[in-house]
């Protein structure tokens, strides 16, 4: 009997080996990583070096407390990460994971208006649907019915009011005006900030709006006095097809979120970048954020972190998910014209998705597990993905997201093709492909 408290109670493979895009089960059986886990391990498993580099931190310095140190890996590791943004002097704040980095960014937002005089300003404006985290902060901030449903008493809706996703068929300027509508009838004066995942990743099926509509959202957070937050825990570090996807509307957020991608798995390592009016009104007013987790900056995450960024760099992972991905794209068009219930296939860079459906209503079946049991069959055939939901309006397992390692090779990516076949064929009924 396992003491482990797993998080269903299925039985769970015991995985004992990773390298690049495969992983290995106490069976040796072998999975490819098509989702890098959930879109985490961006330059796949067991990549030589990642390893020592942690090895050395541990050996130097393990763990300061933030309280009373910063370290060597903390301030090179900040300053290289902000050298990536067009503009100058934004700081990195370092925590463990992605929900974290979501708190910390909503009491950043809260604590800047308070400085500066305007602490009537105390609403995170989110969409929906939307995932920023488990937490009860972030999780107020998402839009998703079913991880909120169980602890809705807990979570503060007055404070988090909600736009509708975008909608990548329209005028990306007019879409996002559904902000500013929104933000007029609250009273701008409420508002701290607005939260967006710029690429959707695990409430939707890499959904990103029209040309123009992060644009214009900047726009309308500047005239009302509300900071602009990108959530780019999943979509952020090449994961998109650029460093910060958000770069692809030509926009630099007040404050950036990261995670997953960061440190790739090999350690806990999220953080949220901030602009340096945001850092200013903080240390010019009260002298300190007041906010703290106790593994804040931990050295051995940020050597992590370091290492990662030295590969994706080396080896132009960013310019290789971009291509690679418009490839991949087009390998999943290909495979959705042999099956009539993959309604769509979009995404950027290697974050990709697959909307699932019924093809005469184009709406989401009654019976809600689709993607999932898709995905169940994809995993028994060794082939990891990601299946979600929120892609056609909350509705149970409608969609199945893809995101394998950065440095998949074209192989690789060819096999991921074929055993999602395999799958499809199996689990999708209507015009099947012949054998
Ligand atoms: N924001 C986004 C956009 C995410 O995709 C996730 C995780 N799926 C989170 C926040 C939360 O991150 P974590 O699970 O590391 O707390």
Same mark, same amino acid.
């Given at each position: 009997m396992?003491?482990?408290?797993?998080?269903?109670?299925?039985?769970?493979?015991?995985?004992?080996?990773?390298?690049?895009?495969?992983?290995?089960?106490?069976?040796?059986?072998?999975?490819?990583?098509?989702?890098?886990?959930?879109?985490?391990?961006n330059i796949g498993h067991g990549h030589p070096g990642i390893a020592d580099a942690l090895g050395r931190q541990a050996r130097a310095l393990p763990f300061v407390h933030g309280s009373q140190f910063t370290s060597e890996i903390y301030e090179r590791y900040a300053a290289r990460l902000a050298g990536l943004l067009p503009q100058d002097g934004y700081r990195f704040w370092a925590v463990s994971g992605g929900s974290e980095a979501v708190e910390s960014a909503i009491k950043l937002a809260r604590q800047y208006h308070t400085e500066r005089g305007e602490s009537g300003r105390y609403r995170i404006v989110t969409r929906k649907?939307?995932? =920023?985290?488990?937490?009860?902060?972030?999780? /107020?901030?998402?839009?998703m019915g079913a991880r909120r449903a169980l602890y809705r008493p807990l979570l503060n809706?007055? /404070?988090?009011?909600?736009?509708?996703?975008?909608?990548?068929?329209?005028?990306?300027?007019?879409?996002?005006?559904? $902000?500013?509508? $929104?933000?007029?009838?609250?009273?701008?004066?409420?508002?701290?900030?607005?939260?967006?995942?710029?690429?959707?990743?695990?409430?939707d099926a890499a959904l990103s709006p029209a040309a123009g509509y992060y644009q214009e959202v900047q726009r309308i957070c500047a005239r009302h006095g509300v900071l602009f937050i990108a959530d780019e825990v999943m979509c952020g570090l090449g994961r998109a097809g650029s460093m910060f996807a958000l770069s692809q509307w030509h926009v630099t957020p007040d404050l950036l979120v990261l995670g997953k991608g960061l440190a790739a798995g090999y350690a806990p390592l999220a953080g949220v970048l901030a602009a340096p009016h945001v850092h200013a009104a903080v240390m010019e007013g009260s002298g300190a954020f007041k906010h703290g987790f106790t593994y804040a900056g =931990?050295?051995?995450? $940020?050597?992590?972190?370091?290492?990662?960024?030295?590969?994706?760099?080396?080896?132009?992972?960013?310019?290789?998910?971009?291509?690679?991905?418009?490839?991949?794209?087009?390998?999943?068009?290909?495979?959705?014209?042999?099956f009539s219930q993959i309604l769509e296939v979009r995404g950027r860079g290697l974050m990709l998705g697959l909307v699932l459906g019924d093809p005469d209503t184009r709406e989401a079946y009654d019976d809600p597990g689709l993607a999932e049991r898709l995905g169940r069959a994809a995993f028994a055939?060794?082939?990891?993905?990601?299946?979600?939901?929120?892609?056609?309006?909350?509705?149970?397992?409608? =969609?199945?997201?893809?995101?394998?390692?950065?440095? /998949?090779?074209?192989?690789?990516?060819?096999?991921?093709?074929?055993? $999602?076949?395999?799958?499809?064929?199996?689990?999708?009924?209507?015009?099947? =492909?012949?054998?």
């Open positions: 396992s003491s482990v408290f797993h998080r269903s109670a299925k039985t769970y493979p015991v995985a004992v080996r990773g390298q690049g895009v495969y992983l290995w089960d106490a069976s040796g059986k072998r999975y490819l990583d098509g989702a890098s886990g959930a879109l985490v391990a649907p939307s995932y =920023h985290g488990a937490s009860l902060g972030a999780l /107020a901030a998402s839009g809706e007055d /404070a988090f009011p909600k736009i509708p996703r975008p909608d990548p068929r329209v005028d990306g300027e007019q879409d996002a005006r559904q $902000l500013e509508t $929104l933000l007029l009838q609250l009273g701008p004066e409420s508002v701290a900030a607005f939260i967006a995942e710029p690429v959707v990743g695990a409430s =931990h050295p051995i995450s $940020l050597a992590a972190g370091d290492a990662v960024l030295e590969v994706i760099e080396q080896q132009n992972l960013v310019e290789r998910s971009r291509c690679a991905g418009d490839a991949l794209l087009a390998g999943l068009r290909d495979l959705a014209q042999d055939h060794g082939l990891i993905t990601y299946p979600g939901s929120g892609a056609l309006d909350g509705r149970r397992g409608d =969609h199945l997201l893809l995101g394998p390692p950065l440095n /998949a090779t074209d192989r690789e990516l060819d096999e991921l093709l074929s055993l $999602l076949r395999v799958a499809c064929t199996e689990t999708l009924t209507g015009r099947t =492909h012949p054998a």
